[in-house]
């Protein structure tokens, strides 16, 4: 299983994008505060929740709008905000997945301002993780002994709900670090790594093969539904975000009883992250209100009364441990010793642009299993985006 | 009544705003989107360097939007035909005189009411391949009868199978608005030309063939307008019940402009994806109104 930090390690990557501030426009009559995102259910609307209090006992006197669009990994959150910001109308903040999403879509395009000053002011730049390497990864051999297995004594090895194709994206980016390691996976981003290398095919092909050990309605469930097959038993092995580890605490499923988890095959010492983060538009009427918004959720106590409520991880180190599960304290570990790469179905290695192609592909990928078509179509799909 | 010029300039103002919002709003928007569709704009920031048509030749050499265009021609027909087929056949037996004939007719007309985002999640359900009808054939004894439905990624001379689930959701909600519009083409056939051609020893096929089919022929040309730029169009019913589903199988143009527009941020070719679609309902559109003009003039 892999796992993910939540909130603003994006500070640091923004130094790079250093944009001449423009002159705050001075905030109107009204102290309001709108905040922006797609956590709108379980876990993550408690999360938020848990942080807005925060803020509000810091800033009692500030009107908190808190502006929500339903929808998974903010399908469609993201067209109202491209709407908003091309309007002319930016939220105070707005969540959005760190990495490339954000860099490409909202800060090349001069949307943003820089924020890192937030963590200097508050003496906070040594707070949040430095990349560590660690040990090469296995292959996936033991991971087809196994499913070969269950699928002998009928149950559903790996379950997969990809009515949002994104849940295959997922499985695959996790797929091919297995196959490439780190490097070389962090490669297929810059351009540096070839979508047509032995590495990527033999990870498509392992793929394609994996695909025979799914559930056969997968393009009927959502990934939740693919946890939960998990959990009744129906099926043997999900591979997921640790929203999934959250979904089963909030459904009480016991730890190492009913569930456990386990890096994805051949990944062990690799750490795929993704994050939500909020950032800074600019010319937006309530400056200082969201610069005290991230301020808290920069702080200890903000991402401490989140990512527990969430069932991620914070994204500083020095979260208190004991506030954190036996799955995030491992995951924490985890962040803490392994090689980090970014994930692609989260939006953090690529573009947008990019990924909405990917996931086209994996859609005829999953269904034709044509390894050559799909690696000639990443090709071309890489030629056309990556930033060498 | 004679129109004096006085009444002519009064009338003219009076429907100015009308036309205002109506010229920038519907047709300033359509040509605005056709301006972005010639241009390079790709990404969050507008780029309107003209490239004039390489988007809309990218699209169709694009596979998916190529799925895209047979799974529209396909569901339209389909959708047309069993509309309008299992819509007259309600409104012929209900115009049979039948008891509790307002019972049924509200029953039929019902799932007009609901929004097709509401039919959509209904019927993904019914057609779950584990737990919807599939499992009520197990619960008879059938177990070996298990059906894909909306995941079924078969296909015949490049009609996706899972199009059948669709086309039957649809069809569900809309078979109620034909034949609210038979019934009433049927109760406008007069009684007598009937009776006389049952004295004439006519049978009830014969009647539908020679007297009933051809004096509902404008309705039908008109259920078939309606319900074509409704199936060209189509995207809450997809995007609620199936969403693309597996290799494309039940993608339409409608759920590709929406995802390459606001996912991909390719806004240019989101906008040549929009004008394609307006074409195409141009070509069913377009010949309709210019009959009706013709007929007023």
Known sequence: MKKLVVLPILFALMISFQISANGAQESEAKNEMEIFSWWTAGGEAEGLNAIIDIYQAQNPDVDLINATVAGGAGTNA?????????????????QVHAGHELIDTWVVSDFMEPISYILKDNGWMDKFPKDVILEAPRTMEEFFNVAEVFASNGVTPLSLGDTGIWASTHLLENVILASTGPEKYNGLWDGSTSWDSPEVREALNNFAKMMKYVNADHSAISNMDAAQYVAEGKAAMNVMGDWAAGYFMSKGYDQKVVWDWVPSPGTEGNFIMLSDSFGLPKDIKNVENAEKWLTVLASKEGQDAFNPVKGSIPARIDGDRSLYNEYQNEAMDDFNTNVIVPSLAHGA???????????????????????????????????????? | MIFTKKDRKKALLMVTPSILVVVVFIYGFIAWSFRVSLSAWDGIKSDFTLVWLDNYIELFKNTRFQIDLLNTFFFTIFFIVSC???????????????????FFRTVYMFPLALSFVVTGVLWRWMLNPTVGINSLFQMMGFENVSFGWYTNTDSMGGFNFALLSIILAATWQYMGYTMAMFLAGLRGIPVQLIESAQIEGAGEFTIIKAIIIPSIKPIILSAMIVLGHISLKIFDLVYAMTGSGPAFVTDFPGLFMFETTFRGNHYAEGAAISIIMLIMVAFVIVPYLYSTFKKED
């Open chain 1, 78 to 94: 993201k067209a109202v905000l491209a709407t908003r910001m091309q309007g002319g109308d930016p939220p105070d903040s707005f």
């Open chain 2, 84 to 102: 309008v087929f299992f819509g007259f056949f309600l409104a012929y037996l209900i115009n049979k005189n039948i008891k509790g004939e307002g």
């Open chain 1, 349 to 388: 290695a690529a573009s947008e642009a990019w990924l909405t192609r990917i996931n086209d592909i994996v859609t005829i990928l999953v269904t034709k299993l044509d390894v050559d078509k799909a690696v000639e179509d990443l090709t071309s799909a890489a030629e056309k985006y990556a930033q060498k």
